[in-house]
């Protein structure tokens, strides 16, 4: 099963974007014990993990992102978030949602371009 995230688009250093991702309804039953996590893959880069967040909550950040990007869940619209701000250019990435840890199957992901 592919997790679609979305959300992505051109925003100036500096700014705010808000990632989402919903589970399709063929996981929907089993959506809320899922550990779920963000990553991202530069271009030229392997993917990397950017976030995590546990079935109860519990969260963990890479130590490039932490205190800038924040994961969030909502089981009952089986939705999973990735607030982020203070963007850098850095930052610039395709995103994708995935379980944690993450199955073999990826989505399209979306795409975040900090210009500087």
């Known amino acids: 099963v592919q997790l679609q995230a979305s959300g992505g688009g051109l925003v100036q250093a500096g700014g705010s974007l808000r990632l989402s991702c919903a589970a399709p309804?063929?996981?929907?039953?089993?959506?809320?014990?899922?550990?779920m996590g963000w990553y991202r893959q530069a271009p030229g880069k392997e993917r990397e993990s950017v976030a995590s967040?546990?079935?109860?909550?519990?969260?963990n950040y890479s130590d490039s992102v932490k205190g800038r990007f924040t994961i969030s869940r909502n089981n009952s619209k089986k939705t999973v978030y990735l607030q982020m701000n203070s963007l850098k250019s850095e930052d610039t990435s395709v995103y994708y949602c995935?379980?944690?840890?993450?199955?073999?199957?990826w989505g399209q992901g979306t795409l975040v371009t900090v210009s500087s």
């Open positions: 995935n379980t944690n840890p993450p199955s073999n199957n």
């Open positions: 309804r063929s996981i929907f039953s089993v959506f809320s014990p899922l550990d």
């Open positions: 967040i546990t079935s109860d909550g519990a969260t």
